[in-house]
Structure formats: structure tokens, C-alpha cells
């Protein structure tokens, strides 16, 4: 139903890609999906499984929302939002070597989307790979440099790369575009920390509680975004 595997690369490959040749196998089922058949009766139902596959997400039914995603990418290959939806699931899941695959998948297919730049991102950071979320982030910043939420993710990737002053100009540019974005003053009060300065760190942990959020200082964790569209 789906046509053949090419059995060469596709022409005209982005430079990330191949730099990673992890991404090289990808790309080659990227090619085939993207040139296989669907009827306009598939591409509906494949919406109609993404949608419900988002309400089962929102749900906390990760498991049922990843076999529903799996509905909808079996239905229609070459349409990214179930596959960064599936990865969003997996990532749920702890399985972040499988998010990585789907997640470059939606990137392959639509690599200007900033979600999908920074998801794979987060997937990445599980893995203690962070200069390669970096980059994701990086893109996904250049592509949306209005969401504070890609810089707030970034924030951190630098922080574990021992970029301090990076972290906390990205935890800056977060709260000037979301002044009440109460995870970035707990993330940036590590870095306050880390840096010796606990009495901005005080601060930042104070804030963080007066925003209503949980009062115990817990390890940050970069978030991934689900789309609904």
C-alpha cells in the first residue's frame, strides 16, 4: 500500500541531517512515505485519530493516546503531527530513544515547525544529549522567537552545559515574555545557586511559591508541547 523503500538516498538532504547519520535511515523512509498513496477517506480518519488521540494525551492515557497516534501515522504516513504526537506520548512513557525517532520523523516532514524543533529537543535532553538539544532549541527559537517557553528549555540545556551567564540571559528572556512563568524562577534559582549567589536564589524560590506552585525545590524538567492542530 505504501510503495517500496528507495534503495538511494534522496537528493538535496539538509546539512543536519547529514551531519547525524542516525537521521540518514529516516530520511530514506521519509522519501518513501511521503510518495505513497493516501485517499482523502484515510486523510480524515487520520484526523479524527489525532484528535482522539490528543484528548486521550490531555487525559494522562499515554499508552492508549500512543496506539491511537500509531492509528493515524498507519493511515496517513506523510502527515507530522501524529508522529510528533507519538513522540510527545513516548516521552510520557520514559521512552526517549523512541520519541527521538518519531520526532525527527515530524521534523523531516515539516522542518519549519518550532513545536516540533523543540520537542525533539526535549526528547534529546532526557538523554543527557544536550549540545544536540541545543540545536533543537536554537531552531526552534529562531522560528518562534516569541515563545518563552523554547528559551526557558534552552535556559537549561546551557545550564548543564555549564553555560551559566547563556542560562540566565535565556531564564531572563522567558520571564520578559511571560512574567508569570513560575517554573523559569525555580530553574533560574539553580543557577543563582550554583553561581553562589543564594540570596537571588531566596528570591527566585520565593516567587516560584507565591506563583502557586508546589512549595518543595524539585529537579526542573524541559517540557515538551502537544499540538492540537
Known amino acids: 500500500r505504501y510503495g517500496s523503500t528507495p534503495t538511494n538516498l534522496p537528493t538535496g538532504l539538509p546539512d543536519w541531517i547529514m551531519k547525524n547519520t542516525n537521521l540518514l535511515l529516516l530520511a530514506v523512509v521519509a522519501a518513501a512515505l511521503v510518495s505513497c498513496g493516501t485517499t482523502q477517506e484515510d486523510r480524515w480518519a487520520a484526523e479524527d485519530a489525532t484528535r482522539s488521540g490528543f484528548e486521550l494525551h490531555q487525559a494522562g492515557d499515554y ?71 541545543l540545536v533543537e532549541f536554537d531552531e526552534a527559537i529562531s522560528l518562534s522567537p516569541e515563545t518563552a517557553r523554547f528559551y526557558n528549555n534552552r535556559g537549561l540545556a546551557r545550564f548543564r552545559l555549564n553555560d551559566d551567564v547563556g542560562a540566565l540571559a535565556d531564564y531572563d528572556r522567558a520571564l520578559e515574555l511571560e512574567p508569570d512563568y513560575a517554573v523559569v524562577y525555580r530553574e533560574r534559582a539553580m543557577v543563582w545557586e550554583a553561581r553562589g549567589d543564594l540570596q537571588a536564589a531566596e528570591a527566585d524560590r520565593d516567587t516560584f511559591a507565591r506563583l502557586g506552585q508546589e512549595t518543595e525545590f524539585t529537579l526542573p524538567s524541559v517540557e515538551e508541547e502537544v499540538p492540537t492542530n
Open 63 to 133: 499508552e492508549g493516546a500512543l496506539a491511537t497516534y500509531t492509528e493515524a501515522i498507519q493511515l496517513n504516513p506523510p502527515s507530522a503531527l501524529p508522529w510528533n504526537n507519538r513522540g510527545c506520548a513516548r516521552i510520557q512513557l520514559g521512552d526517549y530513544d523512541g520519541a527521538i525517532g518519531d520526532l525527527s520523523q515530524a521534523v523531516w516532514l515539516k522542518p519549519d515547525d518550532p513545536h516540533y524543533r523543540n520537542n525533539l529537543g526535549v526528547a534529546r535532553h532526557h538523554l543527557a544529549q544536550y549540545e544536540l538539544a
